[in-house]
């Protein structure tokens, strides 16, 4: 055998051995990383040898990208969202004698809900096995959590909305009514566990920022629809609150499209990079509304739709994403490899104190 | 069976019994087996001795009636890659073993441009090596290294093919069946992760949270499918339909301890010989998924192979994803309060 010689100037301990995948496609051949490629949307293009090059088997991903649809499944988290902080806010609105703006918040609240398990249920792959999601409660599947807020919150949100419809039992509808403000705060943060708890790349590493994102987008969902639904005079709270969630969403996405090196590139680039400029532009015209002019109902209304349609497309953009990120080989095989690196530099100089050979 | 035994670790953030991260030495008693549960099974993938044949592949295909699929996963399609020998392209739900063929060159430097010639080195190399017998390393793969095949030299470069039998990890800590909602995954008597497809109802979650891209849907079907260790089999005390047709024995199955001692001494013997670039993948209990019940030699860095260099189950995370939630819940509530003090209007 010819080993152990490796050529001068490769050596045995360098990656790889010298050896590079002999085929020539240019896009088949060891990708070369773009010097600044994980800032800037990889501006400032010239090319970086071996350091930062990257492998990959004939470009495939490495990882399966999620099998869910768009636009069932961003629409599921919007609607989820929205359903949640509206439900909070009905309770309040209820118990604080505002009744238009309860009965507004429940309305969005209950509708919102029931779309939300109907792009669920239409998104698996057997819908007709929807119930097996209540089989059993497992702390580790965010799915699973899910189910078990959204089955209960869509009962008492459902009900509440009825009654408010028919005008039947208020004592009743009080009650369904907090029962869905107490589960309206999961139903806004648990689908950002959901993207989380997955390997791609892009939804993992945001895993402390993103609930904090659905949580903004939410509020500002929830928020706005209600100030636009509801008249001036119990419109207060839901001005507050749509204006509230925008700038969390607002800022909470800047750490995730800016705070994580390669993976928050996906987040500035391609599609996904276009729908969450468009956010940005609607959070914050909208949010800017809302302070400056929210006590007209023209105003109220337009500046309502704006943080709704921010909210919307930021679920749409992190969607974008985070399938992106799965795509590409490069958000999977480069941090990942990185941090082989470092484990392996840091053992080697432990080693090397300690006298021991690695 | 399922998982929820981990609510106490997810909702601490710790992990005593290492039930999220790091090594269970019983990862199939931990999930509630009596104590006279098999010992855990695995697979040892030698690559080195890989000769690329697919028999592993076919095997799979005719004893699981797979359907028959393009490397885009349609099915009843024939179609070529394009890219090498590998018309399969990746694993899949019709594919639970994946040939991967990487063919590599590098530069032979020019001072000693009779590489491979007889008596280059000064007759310090012996042309042929000597027969080097290992414990438990059948004779054929002996041979293998002897001629070495898959390795030639034509002028100033020299030539490799690396080729790999890819599968289901049956990692010890499977991000698969930790997130299943319905408990359609679960471990079974061997260690190893099987998907019960009358369960299934096809949400997907397991297709991003697997770290190896390894299980997937079945379009027309809906639900996932992905190797299972021939559960039927090794219920009938039979070795797996893989394993057991494939010629060099590159795919060694067996209980996994002596299957990691194998493969210990085995990358020793690989390294005393100077096979540049052995190393051992999904071996180490202390990686990301708790060690893998599937694990590879591999010839090149993982990557080349289409294999994350350093998978980390998600679900490491989840304490803190958990945590988050809960504070963005707690917030959400809290600041639509608020909104309710002060002005009427
Ligand atoms: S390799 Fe993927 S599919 Fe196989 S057990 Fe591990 S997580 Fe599950
Ligand atoms: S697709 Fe099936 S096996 Fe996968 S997580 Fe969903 S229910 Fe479980
Ligand atoms: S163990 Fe069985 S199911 Fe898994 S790859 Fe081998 S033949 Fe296929």
Redo the contacts between chains.
Sequence with gaps: ??????????G?GA?????????GPPA?DREQRRRGGGRRGGRGEIPMVDEAE?????G?????????KTPDVPLYLFLGGAA??SA??GA??EG?RRPALARVAHLTAGGGALASVAFLIH?????S??L??L??????????VG?WILAPFSALTTATAGAHLLGWFPLLRRLTGVGA?VL???M???T???L?????PSW?EV??????V??GS??AAGGGITMALTP???????R??AA??AV?EFGAMQRVEHGHGLVSEPYRTGRAGKLLKAARACTSAGAGLTLVAG?SRPAAVVSGALVTAGSVLTRFGIFDAGMAS?KD?KY??EP??A??RA?DAAGSREAASTGTRP | M???S??SA??TGEDPGNR?FGPVPDVTGDRGYADDHPARVGFFTDTSVCIGCKACEVACKEWNLLPMDDAKGTVDALGL?G??Y?NT??LGANSWRHV?F????????L??PT??LPGA?GGQRPLE?PPVVHPGVPASATTA?QT?PQ?T?SGDR???WLMSSDVCKHCTHA?CL???????LFRTEFGTVVVQED???????C???????????RQD????FKCTLCYDRLTDGLQPACASACPTESIQFGDLDALQARADERLAALQT?????ARLYGRDETDGVGGAGAFFLLL??P?????????VV??R??P???R??????????G??????VG???
């Design positions: 055998m010819t080993t152990g010689e490796a050529p001068e100037g490769v045995a990656p790889g051995a010298g050896w590079r995948r002999a085929d088949q990257f492998t990959s088997y004939y495939r991903p490495v990882i399966k990208p999620p099998v869910w949640g902080s909070v806010l309040l609105a604080t998104d698996l792959g057997r819908p096995r929807f097996n999601m089989r059993v409660l497992k702390t580790t599947s965010p799915l699973s189910s403000a309206g705060g999961p806004t943060t648990y950002a566990a959901l989380a708890n997955t390997a791609v993992h895993h402390r920022e993103l609930p904090f659905f949580a939410a509020m001036l005079d119990e419109a207060g709270p839901a507050k609150v509230l969630g969390i006590r799965a080989p999977t095989v990942q490899r941090r082989a484990r | 399922t998982a929820i981990s609510a997810a909702f999220l890659t890219a090498s590998d392209g990746m991967a990487v063919e590599q060159s590098r530069a032979v430097d001072p000693m590489v491979g080195d090596d290294e070495d390795r030299s020299e030539i490799r991000a930790d997130v299943c909602p319905t408990g359609s369960i299934c109802n096809g949400c997907g979650y297709v991003p949270a697997c770290p190896y891209g390894v299980i997937d849907q079907d809906g639900r996932v010989k100077g096979v540049e670039g090149d860095e990557e080349v192979y289409g294999l994350p260099p350093d998978p998600t679900t995370d989840l803190a994803m958990w988050s939630v809960g504070a963005g819940a707690a917030m959400v509530v600041l639509v309060a608020s909104a309710f002005r009427r209007r």
